[in-house]
């Protein structure tokens, strides 16, 4: 694992110290690759440390984020009717495009924000709803200050994805839901969950 990490990591350092010198595409499949090498790593460390006796909640501190959401991003759950893994595959890139929507909201994009949601989605939030709610959110929390990682995890409906987000007096927990055509079917500003 630690090899792969590094020759990944050591071929997108290549890329990117000669910018114009090799192809743009080639540093975005560098880039490709490390991450997905450094995220086999971190489920790797995460099931090191499950197997070294650490509960969830400590893992989640450590990765600055819920139980509940390291679980379901981490978890190895068994199907209890019948003793096999259960698989839970996520599509590439939702929770890029989970960060991409809180962005918006943050950045007073609030037109951007809902420029994937659903016909339904619509008929209940729009841009000034958005605009309203993040208000509320921040005259109760203060200036936002950053995203934690995103934890994606399949949902009925599709995937849902969970977003720490910290304000100056607070965290809240951004979290978007997706149906399996990718489009958003809901947006909430949560409590963080214990």
């Known amino acids: 694992m630690a090899i792969r990490v590094r020759d990944a990591a050591r071929h997108l350092a290549q890329e990117f110290a000669r910018p114009g010198a090799g192809s743009p595409l080639a540093a975005v499949a560098a880039a490709r690759d490390l991450s997905a090498a450094t995220n086999a790593a971190l489920q790797e460390a995460v099931d090191r440390a499950r197997t070294a006796g650490h509960s969830w909640r400590e893992i989640g501190h450590v990765l600055d984020t819920t139980r509940q959401a390291a679980f379901q991003r981490f978890g190895r759950p068994v199907d209890p009717r019948t003793g096999k893994p259960m698989l839970r595959a996520v599509p590439r890139g939702t929770a890029d495009r989970a960060t991409a929507l809180f962005a918006d909201i943050?950045?007073?994009r609030w037109e951007e924000a809902c420029k994937d949601f659903t016909e339904q989605m619509r008929e209940h939030v729009d841009a000034d709803r958005i605009a309203n709610a993040y208000a509320q959110t921040v005259s109760?929390?203060?200036h936002f200050e950053r995203m934690?990682?995103?934890?994606?995890?399949?949902v009925t409906a599709g995937t849902a994805v969970d977003i720490p987000l910290y304000f100056e007096a607070g965290e809240r927990t951004g979290q978007v839901t997706f149906?399996?055509?990718g489009k958003v079917i809901g947006l909430f500003i949560r409590p963080v969950n214990p």
């Open 140 to 142: 109760m929390f203060g």
């Open 179 to 181: 149906d399996r055509d």
């Open 148 to 154: 934690g990682e995103p934890l994606p995890y399949p």
């Open 106 to 108: 943050v950045g007073g």
